[in-house]
């Protein structure tokens, strides 16, 4: 199983960014997948997730600004990141999981596969 994340950069705050993570070697429609963050000097945080149900789940502070989504033909799932504030700025990962129950989508330990990350800049 391989993630690739991709679609990083740097924005100005109120600025837009599609983070993707292209799949290999699972059934997407059957995984659970989602997006984490680090930010310098901080854990890594739950950021969204999309379950084998297609249900989504966000946290507190992005929700009404990021969506994700996945294109199953594609093998890859997307997180679309709107009016981006400069604490949004981290380190962003994919993460894969089969089996995700509910309740534990938001913890690091239900993934058994991660991506390389990619940066994301919000500048002020």
């Known amino acids: 199983v391989q993630l690739q994340a991709s679609g990083g950069g740097s924005v100005q705050a109120g600025g837009s960014l599609r983070l993707s993570c292209a799949t290999s070697?699972?059934?997407?429609?059957?995984?659970?997948v989602a997006w984490f963050r680090q930010a310098p000097g901080k854990e890594r945080e739950f950021v969204a997730v999309?379950?084998?149900?297609?249900?989504?789940l966000y946290r507190d502070s992005v929700k009404g600004r990021f969506s994700v989504s996945r294109d199953n033909a594609k093998k890859t799932v997307y997180l679309q990141m709107n009016s981006l504030k400069p604490e949004d700025t981290a380190v962003y990962y994919c993460?894969?999981?089969?089996?995700?129950?509910?309740?534990?989508?938001?913890?690091?330990?239900?993934?058994?596969?991660w991506g390389q990350g990619t940066q994301v800049t919000v500048s002020s």
């Open positions: 993460a894969a999981g089969g089996g995700v129950i509910q309740s534990a989508v938001r913890l690091m330990t239900s993934y058994e596969n």
């Open positions: 999309i379950r084998w149900t297609s249900s989504t």
């Open positions: 070697g699972l059934t997407l429609s059957r995984s659970t």
